[in-house]
């Protein structure tokens, strides 16, 4: 049984840090594109960022410089570096996994920025 857990969301300040992890059971994880969504109340969900197995990064304009998406296959683990984040990052972030026609995705964590 795949499963995709999302950890180190939270409230942070305007300006402030966080780091998410998702942690990955039940899947070829070292074979598969990992990504970072999210969805703002009353939005769609919407790619933040995604690495590839063989660790090509791609990112949404609207995170680039701030976010970093990184993985250790060791750890069948993928994360997410926030810095610099504003009211606008708020969201629940989800953790998605896919290999060949399969994808997965973790029940998110909250992040909320506000003073």
């Known amino acids: 049984q795949v499963q995709l857990v999302e950890s180190g969301g939270g409230l942070v300040q305007p300006g402030g840090s966080l780091r998410l992890s998702c942690a990955a059971s039940g899947m070829r994880f070292s074979i598969s594109t990992m990504g970072w969504y999210r969805q703002a109340p009353g939005k769609q969900r919407e790619l933040v960022a995604e690495?590839?197995?063989?660790?090509?990064?791609k990112y949404s304009d609207s995170v680039k410089g701030r976010f970093t998406i990184s993985r250790d296959n060791a750890k069948n683990t993928v994360y997410l570096q926030m810095i610099g984040l504003k009211p606008e990052d708020t969201a629940v972030y989800y953790c998605?996994?896919?290999?060949?026609?399969?994808?997965?995705w973790g029940q998110g964590t909250q992040v909320t920025v506000s003073s």
């Open positions: 998605k996994g896919s290999y060949f026609q399969s994808v997965y």
């Open positions: 690495i590839t197995s063989g660790g090509s990064t």
